[in-house]
Structures are given as C-alpha cells and as structure tokens.
C-alpha cells in the first residue's frame, strides 16, 4: 500500500503565484522522518528538507515553507513567488525508525512555472 | 569534487544482455542504496548495503545483483535485460546505522538504461 501520497499530478503556475504541493503520508511508527526532494529536468535528485515526527515546527527557508501537521498527517511544502526555476518534479518521502533510511517516495508533483 | 557519482551515465543496450551500473561515493559514508526510477518517475527503492553487508533487498528480479566491495563502491549488476527494466537508476548515500534513518540521502545523477 502506497505510503506517501501526493494526490497532484501537476500543478501549473504563473510566474510569482505560489503555489503548494500536498503530501500525505500513512505510518503506524511514532517515530518517522518526512523528506522533500527536488528533480528538475536535469534529473538530478536534490534534497530540500528533513522534518523528525517529534518536532512540528514549520519551516521557512528563503521562499519555501514546510507545514507539518500530525493530526491529519500532511507534510505541505508552499513555493511564494514562484519562479521559472522552480519548474521540477517534486518528491514527499517518508523514512521509518528502524528501516536503515530506507525512503518510500510519493509519486511526484510536476510543478510547471510560466513566465 | 562529485559526492556520488555513477557511471555509466546512459547505458543502451540489447534485450538479453549482460550490463554493469557503477557508483562511489567519496562522503565517508557507511549506507549505500540503489533506487529505480520507472517511466512515470515512480521512485522505488531496490537494495541497501551499510559497511559493505546487505540490509534491505527488496522485491526485485533475481537478475538485479547488487555488490560492494566496499564501503564506498555499490555496484548493480544485471544480468538477461528485459524491456522492462528500462529506467532511471539512482545511487545514494546516507551516513549510517539502523537508528539514522533521519539522515538525508545525497544522490548520484542517475544511470538511464534503455534496452532496445
């Protein structure tokens, strides 16, 4: 059973609108690490962030933020003002404590910024 | 100075044949993963070693042969190429212990195999 699910396939943006990008994850662990990557066209898979299950402080970093929310189990990740090379395929993974780091990826969100 | 690297970066080939991914990582890490990356970009992790033993080896063809010979090295060998196992393989590493998997996982640029 799926995991991680990101129910966009692709979401398309103009220019300086923001847009989110939903992550839903199912796991009985109390303890759990939540991940965002990035693979733009270039194909490489870039980290952004790491969230523990303990802690669900919000993050802001430049402009992206993360919204953690255990209550409804949703790892939100918002691009503000997005730009063209934001353009990417974004990944919400899930690891477990216990798994060796083992990631279990959603099945991505193509994010399509037009100038 | 490239963290994870893997060669070839594409790789074409024949039905049938025998074919070899290699990847190093110069991170001082102790865990190495492969992950495969089908045609709808569904990312799926194949095999794990930490410290040269393996650790996870998931439902994959027993013609996928992962080895490392040593911390530092995972390759992927596979043998009798199929349609199918056209994709996107990625190599990863992660510093180690059962008890870190909050540790990012830094990737390699992936290997495109495309059999014909």
């Known amino acids: 059973a799926q995991k991680v699910t990101q129910a966009q396939t692709e979401i398309s943006v103009v220019e300086k609108e923001d847009v989110t990008l939903d992550c839903v994850y199912e796991t009985r662990d109390t303890t759990y690490y939540l991940f965002w990557y990035k693979q733009p066209p270039s194909g490489e898979l870039v980290f952004l962030i790491r969230?523990?299950?303990?802690?669900?402080q919000n993050e802001i970093s430049g402009r992206y933020s993360w919204n953690f929310q255990k209550s409804t189990s949703s790892f939100n990740f918002t691009i503000t003002a997005s730009q063209v090379v934001d353009s990417a395929v974004y990944f919400c993974a899930l690891s477990e404590a216990g798994s060796w780091g083992k990631l279990q990826f959603g099945a991505g969100t193509q994010v399509v910024v037009t100038p | 100075d490239t963290a994870v690297s893997q060669t070839p970066k594409y790789l074409v080939t024949q039905m049938g044949n025998d074919k070899s991914i290699k990847c190093e990582q110069n991170?001082?890490?102790?865990?190495m993963y492969w992950y495969k990356q089908d045609s709808k970009k569904f990312l799926k992790i194949m095999f794990s070693y930490n410290n040269k033993e393996l650790i996870i080896n998931e439902t994959v063809p027993n013609r996928f042969s992962p080895k490392s010979p040593d911390k530092a090295h995972l390759n992927l060998h596979i043998n009798s190429l199929e349609l199918g196992d056209s994709a996107v393989y990625f190599c990863a590493s992660s510093p180690s212990g059962q008890g870190i998997s909050n540790q990012p996982q830094h990737f390699g640029d992936g290997t495109r195999l495309s059999i014909l």
């Open positions: 969230r523990n299950s303990f802690d669900e």
């Open positions: 991170l001082g890490h102790d865990t």
